[in-house]
């Protein structure tokens, strides 16, 4: 795989890693430049903690500290791109882990794999799971997911719901 690389500032380019596409890698930097308001290409704790208030976070003194002490790799007391790239790659790969732990769930259920479940095919897991919800209760679930009324829940539909967490 070819090494993309992008310029972050005058004074700095970057390898972009492999595990990130180009859409993520430039929500990051975009996202990094809005936090360093004075512009100087790294981040320090006021400006941290700016970002965080306009997150409507209102982190402690103790946990702007902890913050550093995790990302500022090389102790300068500032966060450099390199050093918030890599927190957020880690934060993608979290994301991207609860993904498939979505879609592994959904195919858990989808037994024909078909790409959709159905009621009897959610009656069949929620049962399994001696969950104790009676069949007009899966019934009344099952409608309230199925969003576009198509009798069958597709994958969308199954993670804009409570389901998967209903499930397991």
């Known amino acids: ?18 595990d990130l596409t180009d859409e993520q890698f430039e929500e990051i930097k975009e996202s990094f430049h809005k936090i360093d308001l004075n512009g100087d290409g790294r ?33 300068d007391g500032f966060i450099s791109f390199k050093e918030y790239l890599k927190i957020m790659q880690d934060n993608y790969k979290e ?18 794999n078909d790409g959709f479940l159905t009621l009897k ?9 001696n969950s104790g919800i009676s069949d007009q209760e899966i019934e009344q679930f099952f409608k309230q997911i199925d ?3 198509d009798g069958k829940i597709d994958y ?3 993670i804009e719901s409570d389901l998967c967490s209903a499930v397991f």
């Open 1 to 18: 795989m070819a090494r993309r690389v992008s310029q972050i500032s005058a004074h700095e380019t970057v390898v972009i890693p492999n």
């Open 95 to 112: 994301v991207d882990l609860e993904k498939e732990r979505m879609k592994a769930a959904f195919r858990y259920i989808d037994k024909d």
């Open 43 to 75: 981040l320090s704790r006021r400006e941290l903690m700016k970002a965080a208030a306009i997150l409507g976070m209102n982190p402690t003194d103790k946990d702007i500290d902890a913050m550093m002490k995790d990302v500022d790799k090389n102790n």
């Open 147 to 149: 969003t576009d009324g």
């Open 121 to 129: 095919e959610l009656k069949t897991i929620l049962s399994h799971n």
């Open 156 to 158: 969308e539909e199954f």
